[in-house]
């Protein structure tokens, strides 16, 4: 009874470094999701993906990139961290477009 | 643009009496609006939704509200209690495959 899973849960970057945060489901949905949210911003798309093998941009894509090489898991890369991606990341998957199951949220922090 | 704005930033309660939280919105196009709620250092979870042909849908202590000429949705929670006290977003997926999410209010339940 896992639902959504994200690793990590914690992370300290520093500047310029790389990292990848995995998100997994075992509910066999299609639709899955990265957010981040910032103090005063709410929950804002990074990118998602409606299916295996594909992906989409969100509102804030920037300096990410995603892959959804099986059904159930979904990366989010952060290549060359900044300080602005200092952020709470959720990971939520769903079988309709709307029906979201969120992680419990990776902390990082870029220093 | 696709906008869910949630106006009020925080909001305090006493135990007992009625919460009101308010979201509008700026496209007429929708299939649901969604409240979630998030307890600190845990991902949202689903409170309730309603549809675009419903202005009305009661679950329990909670009541959401839809004003479709006025763009506007209110969640009440009555009565009131700590156990409430998190932060609440409203979201819609505006017709097509993604959530967008307000900004949240912080709803703090004095005992």
């Known amino acids: 009874n896992a639902g959504v899973t994200q690793t990590p849960k914690f992370r300290v970057l520093k500047t310029g470094q790389s990292m990848t945060l995995l998100c997994a489901q075992d509910?066999?949905?299609?639709?899955m999701y990265w957010y981040r949210q910032d103090p005063g911003m709410g929950l804002r798309l990074i990118h998602y993906?409606?299916?295996?093998?594909?992906?989409a941009k969100g509102e804030v894509p920037d300096g990410y990139n995603v892959s959804r090489l099986k059904k159930q898991n979904f990366l989010l890369g952060l290549e060359s961290a900044a300080p602005s991606q200092t952020s709470v990341y959720f990971c939520?998957?769903?079988?309709?477009?709307?029906?979201?199951?969120f992680g419990s949220g990776t902390r990082l922090t870029v220093v | 643009d696709q906008q869910v704005k949630q106006n009020s930033p925080s909001l305090s309660v006493q135990e007992g009496r009625i919460s009101i939280l308010n979201c509008d919105y700026t496209?007429?196009?929708?299939?649901?609006f969604l409240w979630y709620k998030k307890y600190p250092a845990e991902g949202p979870t689903f409170l309730i939704s309603?549809?675009?042909?419903?202005d009305k849908n009661e679950d329990g202590r909670f009541t959401v509200f839809l004003n479709k000429s006025a763009k506007h949705l209110s969640l009440h929670i009555v009565p009131s209690q700590p156990g409430d006290s998190a932060v609440y977003f409203c979201?819609?997926?505006?017709?097509?495959?993604?959530?967008?999410f307000g900004t949240g209010t912080r709803l703090t339940i004095i005992p």
């Open positions: 509910m066999n949905h299609e639709y």
């Open positions: 939520a998957s769903s079988v309709v477009s709307y029906g979201y199951t």
């Open positions: 309603i549809s675009s042909i419903k």
């Open positions: 993906s409606v299916g295996e093998g594909t992906t």
């Open positions: 979201a819609s997926n505006f017709g097509n495959e993604k959530l967008t």
């Open positions: 496209n007429s196009m929708f299939d649901y």
